[in-house]
Nanobody, 117 residues
Framework: QVQLVESGGGLVQSGGSLRLSCVASATIFIGDVWAWYRQTPENQRELVASITDSGMTNYPETVKGRFTIFRDIVERTMSLQMNNLGPDDTAVYYC???????????WGQGTQVTVSS
């Protein structure tokens, strides 16, 4: 079992920046994929960024150019730098780790990001 602990959410004005962080309780293995998702009460949980163990990243068009995901395998941490935030970015953000070698799909507890207009 892998536990993920997020930090860094909060309230920011439109146009501002925030950095979210996530720490894993276990070693990151080859094949593991880190990701950030977000969810609002009205919408399904959606992917906002992912990064593989080799460093390949993926972003949806809604955040491309504004969000950057990066990770430190040795430190077992992943971060999401969010710039030029807007009210539509308001959501609960979740850290996720998919670990094929463990046959696991792990989630953090979520951290609230609120962007005021």
């Amino acid at each position: 079992q892998v536990q993920l602990v997020e930090s860094g959410g909060g309230l920011v004005q439109s146009g501002g920046s925030l950095r979210l962080s996530c720490v894993a309780s276990a070693t990151i293995f080859i094949g593991d994929v880190w990701a950030w998702y977000r969810q609002t009460p009205e919408n399904q949980r959606e992917l906002v960024a992912s990064i593989t163990d080799s460093g390949m990243t993926n972003y949806p068009e809604t955040v491309k150019g504004r969000f950057t995901i990066f990770r430190d395998i040795v430190e077992r941490t992943m971060s999401l730098q969010m710039n030029n935030l807007g009210p539509d970015d308001t959501a609960v953000y979740y850290c996720n780790l998919k670990s094929p070698s463990r046959r696991g799909d792990y989630w953090g507890q979520g951290t609230q990001v609120t962007v005021s207009s």
